[in-house]
């Protein structure tokens, strides 16, 4: 299955703004695609169950339409680490839903985006480790930096841990979250310098991101698909 599987360098950094965009991107380019959040701490209780923010926007954006226990297996209401919250309702996240959600996520589908959670050695679980279901999809990995102070230590930390995980590093989208950060284009410069794997989009500021903008930046991205 083509895609990517999308982490970041933080929380809080344009994980979903992305995952959002590659979709729009890839149905745009005439794929069919679909989007899937395995994991999600942060959530509103509906009538339905909890609903995650992140994972509703993916399913907005998806052009192959799948019920939201797919798209999002394990929803926690608390807006915590995915294992603290887990914890707190005596469940353990395991690979064997995510794994069956998938399979059935990729049916009429083209290509898949699935959106991580948190940073990259994100805990879920005291045996699992975020590493460890981007393993079991076997999709290429896909990295969010957020370009503010501190993104060379969190960028390169994190190229160096999905590269000693042994996954493969497809790119990577530089997204400005921070209007003040200094030195932008010097930041750039180094890491598409120091990362040694190719620039895949690049997405300015926005305090409210237009979806179609996000999708015509990552074409680069869709062009590169496995």
């Not at 930041?187 to 598409?192: G, K």
């Given at each position: 299955m083509r895609g990517y599987f999308v982490t970041g360098t933080d929380t809080g950094i344009g994980k979903t703004r992305v995952s959002a965009g590659l979709l729009k991107a890839m149905s745009k380019s005439g794929l069919k695609s679909a989007g899937m959040k395995p994991v999600a701490s942060g959530a509103e209780q509906t009538a339905g169950g909890p609903r995650n923010e992140d994972a509703l926007a993916l399913m907005a954006a998806a052009s192959v339409k799948k019920p939201y226990a797919v798209v999002n297996p394990y929803c926690f209401l608390p807006p915590v680490a995915p294992h603290l919250a887990a914890r707190e309702v005596q469940v353990e996240i395991g690979l064997d839903p995510i794994r069956s959600a998938y399979a059935e996520l990729c049916l009429g589908a083209d290509a898949v985006v699935v959106e991580g959670v948190g940073g990259w050695q994100v805990p879920l679980s005291e045996t699992l480790e975020l590493p460890d279901l981007a393993r079991e999809l076997e999709l290429p990995v896909l990295l969010v930096v957020g370009m503010r102070l501190g993104c060379l230590n969190h960028a390169l930390l994190t190229a160096r841990?999905?590269?000693?995980?042994?996954?493969?590093?497809?790119?990577?989208?530089?997204?400005?979250?921070?209007?003040?950060?200094?030195?932008?284009?010097?930041?750039?410069?180094?890491?598409?310098?120091?990362?040694?794997?190719?620039?895949?989009?690049?997405?300015?500021?926005?305090?409210?991101?237009?979806?179609?903008?996000?999708?015509?930046?990552?074409?680069?991205?869709?062009?590169?698909?496995?």
């Open positions: 841990a999905i590269r000693a995980d042994g996954l493969e590093f497809a790119g990577w989208v530089a997204n400005a979250i921070d209007p003040d950060f200094q030195r932008p284009e010097a930041n750039l410069a180094t890491l598409s310098a120091a990362l040694n794997a190719p620039l895949l989009g690049q997405l300015g500021y926005a305090a409210r991101p237009q979806l179609d903008e996000t999708a015509a930046a990552l074409e680069k991205a869709i062009q590169s698909l496995a």
